[in-house]
């Protein structure tokens, strides 16, 4: 099967899906893709993603190559690190049997993964998992004793315009799901108007729903202009030793921002300040919060989080996947009983009315005439 298209190149694909137009080939280095990056490419409408690493390594059984082959996109594997070097942005290339060609020059050459191969790799990750599991874990302990002073003794939180005092916070992140989840808690938003943070793109995710975010909060990397500009406060989120990158562009925008220092990801910061700030409630909408998650992220711990978790949790209510306990569709024998409930004091008020029996013996009036009774 011959593909052509204009292709979209970038190491990061959370960069490459805001340039991707329907029908273009998205061209990436990304090693086991996980299934965020997978939900936007799908939702781009690619032709096709070639991938200079490797879909899924076996490290673990991630998603992500499955969801696009499912999707009907043809997945070109392992095409090496010359596609990111030779494919300029915007060049139309033609996919050949996972031959890649740019104006007819055959440039690199990867493998086409189907879906029966995805899943045979899967399956050997599985076998592979308990190793990185236990990694993962003696990992997360090493790193816990080196920042639990730092986590527990609080940061050093900034003073802000935002009042979270007595409050509920909502804290958005784009994690999977996160799309279904915030649609679903839309009641409680608008009845108890909790203070809205947005972690980097999840400030993207509360605008798309028509809310403004109250605070955006990360290292900015992956927020849109039009987020950081809507009004928000912007809460930089830089590293222990005060390296902040996002801060260079904050300021190129013009816009004015506070700097927090603070080791682990920036959800557990926004988590933390708002502990430290008298919230009252914390709901977290497409957080990371287990193994999974934190290997499609690329990191080998989550102690950070551990911690965050551990002293925030008698006032935090995770709301991931609550789309999955919750259904919003009603079905016909519960609206049948909502129907009948209110047609029975109609019923009985049809009865006892004085004004009904007149109209009764109208109508029967009527007919007599109309008859000759």
């Known amino acids: 099967m011959i593909i052509k298209g204009t292709a979209r190149v970038d190491k990061r694909t959370k960069n490459l899906v805001k340039r991707l137009q329907p029908n273009e080939i998205a061209v990436i280095d990304h090693q086991d893709i996980d299934e965020i990056a997978a939900e936007s490419l799908v939702s781009a409408k690619v032709k096709a993603v070639v991938n200079a690493s490797e879909s899924i390594s076996g490290r673990y059984p991630n998603p992500g190559p499955l969801k696009i082959i499912e999707a ?11 596609v990111m070097e030779k494919i300029k942005e915007g060049q139309e290339i033609t996919i050949d049997s996972g031959n890649i060609y740019v104006e007819g020059e055959l440039i690199a050459s990867g493998r086409v993964l189907t879906i029966e191969e995805v899943k045979k790799l899967m ?16 990992n997360t ?21 935002t009042n979270f005092k007595g409050r509920h916070t909502l804290i958005v992140v784009r994690g999977h799901d996160y799309k279904k989840d915030l649609k679903i808690i839309r009641s409680y938003i608008k009845e108890m108007r909790p203070v809205l943070v947005g972690v ?33 406060e912007l809460v930089v989120h830089a590293y222990p030793d005060g390296r902040a990158p996002g801060l260079e562009r904050v300021r190129k925008l013009g816009i004015d921002a506070v700097v927090v220092r603070a080791p682990g990801t920036s959800e557990d910061v926004a988590m933390l300040l708002a502990y430290q700030k008298g919230t009252q409630l ?12 934190f290997l499609e992220k690329g990191r080998k711990g989550m102690a950070s989080t551990f911690l965050v978790r551990v002293k925030v949790g008698s006032i935090l209510v995770d709301a ?35 004004v009904t029996h007149q109209l009764a013996r109208l109508i029967v009036l009527q007919i007599k005439l109309l008859f000759n009774i």
């Open 72 to 82: 009907g996109i043809i997945l070109v594997d392992c095409a090496g690190q010359q």
């Open 123 to 138: 399956k050997e990750s599985e076998e592979n998992f308990n190793k990185e599991l236990e990694r993962f874990i003696d």
């Open 141 to 161: 302990l090493e790193y816990a004793k080196k920042e639990m002073k730092f986590i527990l003794n609080g940061i050093d939180a900034p003073e802000l315009k």
């Open 200 to 232: 980097d793109g999840g400030a993207d995710a509360l605008l798309e729903e028509g809310y403004k975010p109250d605070i955006i909060i990360g290292d900015m990397d992956s927020v849109s202009d039009r987020a950081l500009k809507c009004g928000a």
């Open 282 to 293: 914390i709901v977290a909408v497409g957080t990371h919060s287990n193994v999974f998650d």
């Open 320 to 354: 991931k996947g609550v789309n999955k306990l919750y259904r919003s569709s009603i079905k016909f024998r519960y609206l049948a009983g909502i129907i009948a409930a209110a047609l029975i004091p109609l019923l009985v008020i049809f009865i006892v009315s004085p």
